[in-house]
């Protein structure tokens, strides 16, 4: 049975520990880290079988596991990554945006090649990655089209150094608060739009894929509209999302799909999709 370490204890870290408790994923969850020791423990008390708790992100992979998944923070995959590859484990991600800083990416990439380990990126809050995967060569153009209720984009970082002055709890209809392309969104957005860092990394890169941010304070949906181009024909892929009961900045299909991902890791079964 395979044994799974734990970076960030929040609300989806939660959900795939209970996964992992119940059964769900046939795998054991040996040790836990999170920056907050108080959440920390809050998971442990949630939990039959319990695991350890380590002092620092690094100890996580330094004990006997066989895959760290982060569910933290990009600064947590910028700090702990390399270090879980070093010691020779796999590393499943969430927090796909850090992947968008080449330096970081590139790192990575060859830290898996070095020691022969892989990382994980589940498909997130979108559906439709295994089709624009297989048509990555002959893609020529790929947008994405986010909404979200405003609630769920409070605390980004574009609201503290954008100059547009926007106020979240002053918007009354859909508006339009980012247009841009897929790096500088996921760096001022950071726990809120994953799903364009994972859509470029799947694509053609996250200079060229467009993105547009649209608060709605009538929605109660993460939707998200994809559109993509090329010699192969056009896709249109469009996903409403129940944003998570704990944390509105995530989508519950996040963790399902990490939940699944985590699944197929731990199983000798069929598997289905590329």
């Not at 992100?57 to 923070?73: F, G, K, M, Q, R």
């Not at 898996?112 to 297989?134: E, H, M, Q, R, V």
């Amino acid at each position: 049975m395979k044994r799974i370490g734990l970076l960030g204890c929040g609300a989806m870290g939660t959900q795939i520990a209970l996964a992992i408790d119940s059964g769900q994923i046939p795998a054991t969850l040996t040790h836990i880290f999170d920056e907050s020791k108080e959440k920390s423990a809050l998971l442990i008390e949630k939990l039959a079988n319990k695991p350890e708790i380590v002092e620092n992100s690094h100890l996580l992979s330094s004990n006997p596991v066989d895959i760290v998944v982060e569910a933290a923070s990009q600064d947590a995959v910028r700090d702990a990554s390399l270090s879980v590859l070093q010691n020779k484990k796999d590393l499943l991600i969430m927090s796909v945006g850090a992947l968008l800083d080449e330096s970081i990416y590139d790192i990575l990439s060859d830290a898996c090649k070095d020691f022969k380990k892989t990382i994980y990126l589940p498909s997130g809050a979108i559906a439709g990655l295994d089709g624009i995967k297989s048509v990555k060569d002959e893609l020529e153009s790929v947008s994405i089209t986010t909404t979200k209720h405003p609630r769920s984009l409070k605390g980004a970082k574009f609201f503290e150094t954008s100059s547009s002055d926007i106020n979240l709890d002053e918007i009354n209809s859909s508006t339009v608060i980012f247009d841009g392309i897929a790096k500088e969104a996921v760096s001022l957005f950071p726990a809120n739009i994953n799903v364009a860092a994972l859509l470029s990394l799947t694509g053609i890169g996250s200079e060229k894929t467009a993105v547009k941010i649209i608060a709605d304070p009538n929605t109660d949906k993460n939707t998200h509209h994809i559109e993509a181009r090329g010699k192969f024909g056009k896709m249109t892929l469009t996903i409403e999302n129940h944003p998570d009961v704990n944390n509105p900045k995530t989508s519950r299909l996040a963790i399902l799909s990490a939940i699944e991902t985590l699944r197929k890791y731990c199983s000798d079964d069929i598997q289905i999709g590329t």
